[in-house]
C-alpha cells in the first residue's frame, strides 16, 4: 500500500529532498549548529535501500560537535521485517545511541544524550509498523517508565531537556490526533513529561511545523515543538533552538527554494 501511494504521486512530493538534506546540512554547519536531532521518517518503506541512502545523505549532521540523534519514524519501521531485521537500528546505531544506558528498558529505549553541560535528550520510540488502513503510534509502557526514572536523575534535574518522539502528543489546535494516525496514549506521554519544566518536546509525524504552548493553554507539560518536514514539498521547515544562562528560545528555520534561513523573529522564549 505504501509503495502504491509513492507511484501513484507521493513521491514527486519528496523529489528534491537530497537537495534539501544537503542545504540544511550546509546551514546547520554555518550557523555552528552545537547538535542535530531527527524525529524520524528518513524513508517511505524502510527498505533497506532507502536506509543506505538516508544514512548517506544526513552522514554530514553527525559531525556537529555534540553529535546527531535520529529516532525512527513509522515509515522507517514500515513492516514487521523492517523491524525484525533491526534494519534502522543497525544502520543509525550511532544516532540512537544512549550516554546512560542504564536507564533503558526497552531495546535502546529511552535514550539519553548529553549536549554539553546545559541540555540533553531523552528519546523515546513510539513507531512501529503499519497497517493498511492505520498509522497510529504508541510509546510502550516500560518505556515511559524509563523516562520518568531518567527525569529523577540528578545529572539531568538542571539541564534543559528536549523530549523526543516521532508521534506527535497532539495537533496544532491542541487536539488529539485521530485514533487512526496519532499517539494512542498521548495522555499517558504528556503526564510523565509533565515534571519538565525547563524543556520542550520534540515530535514529528504531522506534516507541517507547529509549535503549541501548553502550559499557557492549561496543559501541564513542556512546550511541543513539532518539525513537520525538512523535505515535503511545500511544508519545508526545521526548528532551532538557542539556549544559555539567561534562558532559551525557539525560532524556525524557513526554505526559500534554494537554501535555508532563520526567521526573523523568536517563535516562543522558554525557561531555561
Known sequence: MG????????????ADAPVKVAALAEFARAEEAD???CTGDLTALGTTAELAVARAEVEPFFSAPLGFVCLPGNHDLYTRSVLSEQRFESR???????????LVTDGHWPLVRLLGKSAAVIGVNSARPNLPWQSSGRVPDIQLIGMRAALERPELRERFLFLATHYA??????????????????????????PVTRGAILCGHIHHAFHYPCRARGL????????GSATLEGHEAAWWFEIDAEGACAR??????????????VTSHLSA
Do not use: K, Y
Open 220 to 227: 501541564d507539560a513542556p512546550d511541543v515543538f513539532c518539525g
Open 3 to 14: 509503495g502504491a501511494n509513492l507511484l501513484r504521486g507521493r513521491g514527486r512530493r519528496f
Open 169 to 194: 502528543p497532539l495537533r496544532d489546535d491542541g487536539s488529539p490526533d485521530t485514533p487512526q494516525h496519532g499517539l494512542e496514549n498521548a495522555d499517558a506521554f504528556l503526564e510523565a513529561a509533565s
Open 252 to 265: 524556525q528555520v524557513l526554505w526559500d527554494g534554494s537554501s535555508w534561513s532563520l526567521a526573523a523573529s
Open 35 to 37: 547538535a542535530v536531532i
Open 92 to 102: 543509525f546505531a550511532d544516532g540512537i545511541a544512549s550516554d546512560m544506558p542504564e
